[in-house]
């Protein structure tokens, strides 16, 4: 099976604070593959790197054959990512909710 995404070494640190330290896996072509833990245990963070809306302090990670330190729009272009709470404007009409969404998440400083 070919290898679609692969986290080498990945961590995030704020100043002295480490939310993630050095968290490294594979995940094949057709795997389902879950990120389990207690609260603070780094999931999100990790996640937000593979989705280029963090960059990583150091390591790296490979989402079919692209970087997300070095290649983020091309990484975005191959990704969706379903958060868990999803942030809807009332003052916004469907389509502006979606348009504004799509802006944010695929195209930084779109808007």
């Known amino acids: 099976m070919d290898t679609i995404v692969e986290a080498r070494d990945?961590?995030?640190h704020y100043g002295d604070v480490i939310?993630?330290?050095?968290?490294?896996?594979?995940?094949?072509r057709g795997e389902i593959?879950?990120?389990?833990?207690p609260n603070g245990a780094g999931k999100t963070t990790t996640i937000s790197?593979?989705?280029t809306l963090y960059t990583p302090t150091r390591g790296d990670a490979i989402i079919a054959g692209h970087s997300v330190a070095r290649e983020?729009?091309?990484?975005r272009r191959i990704i969706g990512v379903v958060p868990q709470e999803l942030a809807l404007y009332e003052d916004l009409a469907a389509?502006?909710?979606?348009?504004?969404g799509g802006k944010?998440?695929?195209?930084?400083g779109a808007l």
Not at 21 to 28: L, N, P, T
């Open 104 to 108: 944010c998440t695929a195209y930084p």
């Open 10 to 12: 990945l961590a995030k």
């Open 33 to 37: 593959f879950s990120l389990l833990g």
């Open 95 to 100: 389509r502006e909710n979606l348009a504004s």
């Open 49 to 51: 790197m593979l989705s």
């Open 72 to 75: 983020p729009m091309a990484v």
């Open 19 to 28: 939310t993630v330290k050095g968290v490294s896996f594979e995940i094949k």
